[in-house]
Each structure stands twice: as structure tokens, then as C-alpha cells.
């Protein structure tokens, strides 16, 4: 079965902190690995990673996938009071119809103060 | 653009009772996914579907039900409703063809469903 363990499980920083989120996993016929910010409501997608080393890049945002030590780091750099939010980390695995099939993390609940 | 509409967006129903969730998109996305989110904790995948006529189980699908009639709707069947249940739903859809998958999945707003 498919697993993703994200760490911490939540964090409270001020603005204008750096903050680094975890995700590791385990996943048959690896595919993807996604982060999404979730705040009041659905989801919303940050970034897709499907190889290794390469770092993708929106704003204060950043990410990079290790697909030999398996698993993805979420960089947020210069925190504002609205990155406030719960942070998910998905994987998905290349197998037959199932390469669609996303598996979540727990997320990470990060709290900015003022 | 209405995107993923759920209804209803709040119930509240007694043990033993069944339901359904109610989702339907306009993106003409073949994929779509019925997900359960759990107070603090990430999204656990219900049923998944690849198209019209094709359903598949996710990680936790005992006491839930699906089908797929139309690509537009993907309506989630709750049976004998228990508290364990008690949790917020969202219904999802994406596109993907051949092998390509953007990973961008497009939610519904959610549906709040308690059992009591």
C-alpha cells in the first residue's frame, strides 16, 4: 500500500521566517510526487516533481524531489500571515489505471504570526 | 466557470440512514475521486474513477458506493450510515490521456456530513 509521512505535523513561525516542509514516501511504480495548500476550504495545487534534483520554483515557494532517498522538501522562504494554511504532500504511482490515483500525507498545519 | 459542484454541502444524518453525495463537473475531466478528510489529517482517497463505466477502490472504501454513469457525474453512496463517518467530502476530477497527468486536481468545495 501506498504510504506518504509528512513532518512536522504543524508549526508556528513569525514573519519573515523560512520554513521547510517534509515528505517521504513509499510508493509502488513511483510517478509523481505533488504539494498542495489547503486553506479555508479544497485544496490547491502548488507544484508537480517527477524527477529527481530538479527544483521547481513559484514566488517564495520552492521544492526539490530526491527519488533515491524518496522523499520531497517545501521551501517557503520570507512567510507571510497568508501562507498560513495545511500543506499536503501526494504521490502518485504509474501502474496500469492507477496512475492516477493520488495518495495524500497528514499535512503540515503552518501557523504565521505578525 | 462552475468547475466541481457537491452537494449537499452540509447534512447531518442519524445511524442507519443512507445518502448520497452529489458531484458533477463541467471541465469534460475524465478522472474523478471522492475523498474524506478527517479533523487535522490529509485526504484519504474513497473511490477513484478513469472514465465513464470504470470505477476502483481507494484506501478506504467499506461502506461507501460509487458509479459512473455520465463523465460529468460521480454521486458517492453512503450505506447505514455510522459515526465513523462523520467527516468532510470532497469530490475532485482532473484530466488525463495516454500517460500524461498534470497532477492539478480541481475540488469541490466539500460537503460536511455528520452522524449521530
Known amino acids: 500500500e501506498d504510504k506518504v509521512v509528512q513532518s512536522p505535523l504543524s508549526l508556528v513561525v513569525h514573519e519573515g521566517d523560512t520554513v521547510t516542509l517534509n515528505c517521504s514516501y513509499e510508493v509502488t511504480n513511483f510517478r509523481s510526487l505533488l504539494w498542495y495548500k489547503q486553506e479555508k476550504k479544497a485544496p490547491t495545487f502548488l507544484f508537480m516533481l517527477?524527477?529527481?534534483?530538479i527544483e521547481k520554483k513559484s514566488g517564495r515557494l520552492s521544492s526539490i524531489l530526491d527519488k533515491k532517498e524518496l522523499f520531497s522538501i517545501l521551501n517557503i522562504t520570507a512567510t507571510q500571515t497568508g501562507d498560513s494554511a495545511i500543506y499536503l504532500c501526494a504521490v502518485t504511482n504509474a501502474g496500469g489505471t492507477s496512475y492516477g490515483k493520488l495518495t495524500f500525507g497528514q499535512g503540515t498545519i503552518l501557523t504565521v504570526h505578525p | 466557470n462552475a468547475g466541481v459542484t457537491q452537494t449537499p454541502k452540509f447534512r447531518i444524518l442519524k445511524i442507519g440512514q443512507s445518502m448520497t453525495l452529489q458531484c458533477t463537473q463541467d471541465m469534460n475531466h475524465n478522472y474523478m475521486y471522492w475523498y474524506r478528510q478527517d479533523p487535522g489529517m490529509g485526504l484519504k482517497l474513497i473511490y477513484y474513477?478513469?472514465?465513464?463505466?470504470?470505477?476502483d477502490k481507494g484506501e478506504v472504501p467499506n461502506g461507501y458506493n460509487v458509479s459512473r454513469s455520465t463523465t460529468e457525474d460521480f454521486p458517492l453512496r453512503l450505506e447505514l450510515a455510522a459515526p465513523s463517518q462523520t467527516s468532510v467530502y470532497f469530490c475532485?476530477?482532473?484530466?488525463?490521456?495516454?500517460?500524461?497527468?498534470?497532477?492539478?486536481?480541481?475540488f469541490g468545495e466539500g460537503s460536511r456530513l455528520t452522524v449521530l
Open positions: 474513477s478513469v472514465g465513464a463505466g470504470i470505477t
Open positions: 475532485a476530477s482532473t484530466r488525463a490521456g495516454g500517460r500524461v497527468f498534470t497532477g492539478e486536481l480541481f
Open positions: 517527477t524527477s529527481s534534483g
